[in-house]
Structure formats: structure tokens, C-alpha cells
């Protein structure tokens, strides 16, 4: 049986026609679930603001899961940035993923990254795109026809931000991570969600500091099943991880695909349980738009009944 422990995934839009076609089936599968929300990724600049927002209305028509947006702030105007957050808002979601975000590929070093310096600032423009949005409601007055405007009953959005439990890689220390979790938290966030890393003292050393620090909102650790060594060399390019060398090594190995595959499930449930065993308040998965490993790491944790896991339909 599962724990009361809370679990959500990432996908990320079809970046071929392949991937689309299996988007509704994933998408369904990750959903009979339960998950707290799925976030869908969402690129530099806005380069994949349509295909995004075709898989938040995915998830908001045909399940009755939260959808997640992310918007990165990186090369967007604040126009633009309040354009996209009215969209999406329009399209019925509640709940963002605001990062700053890193500059596209091939970008030059003095090209301009747009208005915003921080993702605290992204995360101060989604309030008030939505205040704006929604300034008030009516209330009815007991006894009298009239009505109350009621600011504070507000329709309130969901804003996380990203934590990174082994430093962010242009930050010299811990603290100055910690300062900025403490920024976004003043500009309105009220949840984090961390970088992936590989150890579960990464996470709980960093989840503890924070909140000594004055950090309140949940920190959700973010993991994902690396089934293959490119998988795990693409994740330690973009993260900027050390090189887990125990994964590494079972990774290189194991001659077939499914003892890979296995190899990365294990040790990611593995982890998953560590971390909820030392306190974390859920697990967010990193999926690769593949439900089948992120269940069964979810069944092998113990955060989801084994029925879940049932392999999809050819």
C-alpha cells in the first residue's frame, strides 16, 4: 500500500510526431496515479509556449489532475511574460513553475536576457497578472441584498520555484542559494522544487538549512529514473551535477536495455525512499514523457499500489 506521502510529474511538449501520439495514453496513465500535479515544461524564450499549452489543456480536459505551467523569464519581456501568464490563466490553469531560466543554446554571452534578473520577479508578475485578473469576489451580506467585495477571497494561484540542493551553478555557496529561496519566498512562491541531484544528504542537508533559515514553503525533491548512460550524461550537462559514480558504473555494465532500465529504477526508488524516510514532503518526477519508469519507481518506493505499474497496451 502507499503512504501518505505526495508525488507529481514533469512532462515535457512532443518534440516529434511519435511522442504526440503517445501523449494522450501517458498522459493517462500518469494520472490514474493521483498525483499532487503535472508540470509541463516550458522553453527559453517562449520556444514552445503553443506546444505547451496544448498538454496543459491536455491534462485540464481529459483529467481532473492540477496542470502546472512553467514560464522561464530568460530572453521575455515583461509584456510578453504577462501575455503568456494570461494565457494560460484564460486556459484554466492555477499553478506555475517560475524560473529564471538559462539562455538557448548557442546564445552569445552579451546577447540580452530580457527584463527580468530574477525568477522573483516572474514570481511577483504572476500575482499580479492574476490580481488583475481577478481583483475581487462578491460576497453576500446575511439579511440584505447586497453584496461585499472580498479582496482577500481572491482566486490565489500556486507559484513554485527551483531550489538547488547542490548550489546553483552560478552561485558561490549554499547560503546565497538559500538567500535567494528567501527572496522568491517574500515575492509570493509557496513551493520549491529541487534540481536533480543523486545523493539523498544532498537534499535533507539542503531542505534543513533552509528551513532554519526562515524558508517555509515545501521543498519537493525533483529525481528521475536514468535508465541509460547518455540519459545520465545529458542530465549532468544540464544540471552541472558531480558524476554519481555507483550509477555510473552498474549503468556502463549492464550489456542490455532492460538491465539498464532496472538498474535506473532501483536506484531511484532507492533514493525516493530515503528521502520521504528523512522527511520529505513528496517525490516530483522527472519522467522523459515515459510513464512505465516513473511508476514503478513510485510502486517500488511504496508510494503508489503495484496495479499502477501495469504495462502499457501495444
Do not use: C, W
Not at 530572453?75 to 531560466?101: C, H, K, N
Not at 520521504?276 to 519507481?297: E, R, S
Amino acid at each position: 500500500m502507499s503512504t501518505s506521502a505526495s508525488f507529481s510529474f514533469e512532462l515535457y511538449p512532443p518534440r516529434n510526431a511519435a511522442v504526440a501520439a503517445r501523449m494522450p495514453q501517458t498522459v493517462q496513465r500518469l494520472a490514474a496515479a493521483g498525483p499532487n500535479f503535472i508540470s509541463v515544461t516550458y522553453g527559453a524564450g517562449g520556444s514552445s509556449q503553443s506546444a505547451s499549452l496544448d498538454v496543459l489543456k491536455l491534462l485540464l480536459e481529459t483529467t481532473s489532475v492540477p496542470a502546472m505551467a512553467h514560464l522561464t523569464a530568460v530572453g521575455s519581456t515583461y509584456a510578453e511574460a504577462a501575455r503568456v501568464v494570461r494565457e494560460f490563466l484564460d486556459a484554466g490553469v492555477r499553478s506555475f513553475l517560475a524560473i529564471r531560466g538559462d539562455a538557448p543554446d548557442g546564445t552569445a554571452a552579451d546577447a540580452p536576457r530580457g527584463d527580468f534578473a530574477t525568477a522573483a520577479e516572474l514570481v511577483q508578475l504572476i500575482h499580479r497578472v492574476q490580481a488583475e485578473r481577478a481583483p475581487y469576489r462578491e460576497v453576500a451580506l446575511p439579511g440584505s441584498p447586497a453584496v461585499a467585495l472580498d479582496a482577500d477571497g481572491r482566486e490565489k494561484v500556486v507559484i513554485a520555484v527551483a531550489a538547488f540542493p547542490n548550489g546553483h551553478p552560478e552561485s558561490r555557496t549554499i547560503d546565497r542559494d538559500i538567500d535567494a529561496l528567501l527572496a522568491k519566498q517574500a515575492a509570493g512562491a509557496n513551493l520549491a522544487i529541487t534540481q536533480l541531484f543523486f545523493h539523498a544528504e544532498d537534499y535533507l542537508s539542503f531542505a534543513q538549512k533552509a528551513k532554519e533559515a526562515g524558508v517555509e514553503f515545501p521543498i519537493l525533491p525533483g529525481i528521475m529514473p536514468v535508465t541509460s548512460p547518455a540519459r545520465l550524461k545529458r542530465m549532468l550537462e544540464l544540471s552541472g551535477e558531480d558524476l554519481p559514480s555507483e550509477l555510473a558504473i552498474a549503468l556502463e555494465v549492464e550489456p542490455t536495455d532492460e538491465g539498464r532500465r532496472e538498474v535506473g529504477i532501483e536506484y531511484a526508488a532507492s533514493l525516493a525512499s530515503r528521502l520521504v524516510a528523512g522527511g520529505a514532503p513528496g517525490i516530483h518526477l522527472y519522467t522523459f514523457n515515459q510513464a512505465a519508469p516513473a511508476l514503478d519507481v513510485l510502486a517500488r518506493a511504496g508510494l503508489v499500489d503495484s496495479a499502477t505499474t501495469e504495462k502499457e497496451p501495444a
